[in-house]
């Protein structure tokens, strides 16, 4: 089956822009999570969706950082005003839910963002 | 706070030697404790978790793992190691007495492994 995939693999946009992230979790996975993964860094949490609202954003950075799962399933991370130290790796994952054991997280490929 | 400890940066071990990755933690309440594997350019894999019950977990590819409650630890171990286990391995925790469900990563330990 499919698993979590992002878009773009890569974005290279200046300092100021406004950027888009993308993440199609695993069909039927209720919760999706964003991680950003700094180099030579383990992913920090962003922001934690169940459903379609967000349960926790205690992650996020800034407000120049937002992030929507209007339908539940796709999630968009949005950043205003990128800045050269919000390059990084975004990462999303997404886990199942509803079953009595606690599940772990499946992770996409990740969106490499460069700000130059 | 939930924390995790990967003291190791860099492991290196002859192909066909037992490997072990070290992992220690704190949490306020009962841990969940994961291990990941990433290669290059290549998302995260899991590869184990300890949820409850037998200390001991087994996993992906040959990989375990043993809780120890009393150490706070929760170290990766592979008897016979493979070139092919070359890559970045992050321990994860998740507390639960915290709020939400987010999992908190150690900064990693690259792992070589020589023929």
């Known amino acids: 089956g499919a698993g979590v995939s992002q878009t773009p693999s890569n974005k290279v946009t200046e300092k100021g822009k406004y950027v888009e992230l993308r993440c199609d979790p695993i069909?039927?996975?209720?919760?999706l999570y964003w991680y950003r993964q700094s180099l030579g860094q383990g992913p920090e949490f962003l922001i934690y969706?169940?459903?379609?609202?967000?349960?926790?954003d205690s992650g996020l950075p800034n407000d120049r950082f937002f992030a929507v799962r209007p339908e539940g399933s796709v999630s968009t991370l949005k950043i205003q005003r990128t800045e050269r130290g919000d390059s990084a790796v975004y990462l999303c994952?997404?886990?199942?839910?509803?079953?009595?054991?606690?599940?772990?997280?499946?992770f996409g490929p990740g969106t490499r963002l460069t700000v130059l | 706070a939930q924390s995790v400890a990967q003291p190791e940066d860099q492991v290196n071990v002859a192909e066909g030697n037992p490997l072990t990755v070290k992992c220690t933690y704190s949490?306020?309440?009962?841990?969940?404790l994961f291990w990941y594997v990433q290669y290059p350019n290549r998302g995260l894999q899991f590869l184990l978790k300890?949820?409850?019950?037998?200390?001991l977990v087994k996993g992906s590819y040959g990989f375990e793992a043993e809780f120890n409650k009393s150490q706070t630890s929760f170290h990766l171990k592979k008897p016979s190691a493979l070139v092919s286990d070359s890559a970045l391995y992050f321990c994860?925790?998740?507390?639960?007495?915290?709020?939400?469900?987010?999992?908190?990563f150690g900064g990693g330990t690259r792992v070589l492994v020589k023929p």
């Open positions: 994952a997404s886990r199942q839910t509803g079953t009595s054991s606690p599940n772990e997280q499946f």
């Open positions: 069909s039927g996975h209720t919760a």
């Open positions: 969706f169940q459903g379609t609202g967000a349960a926790d």
């Open positions: 949490v306020s309440g009962n841990p969940y």
């Open positions: 300890y949820i409850t019950g037998d200390n």
């Open positions: 994860a925790v998740r507390d639960l007495k915290a709020a939400g469900n987010k999992l908190t």
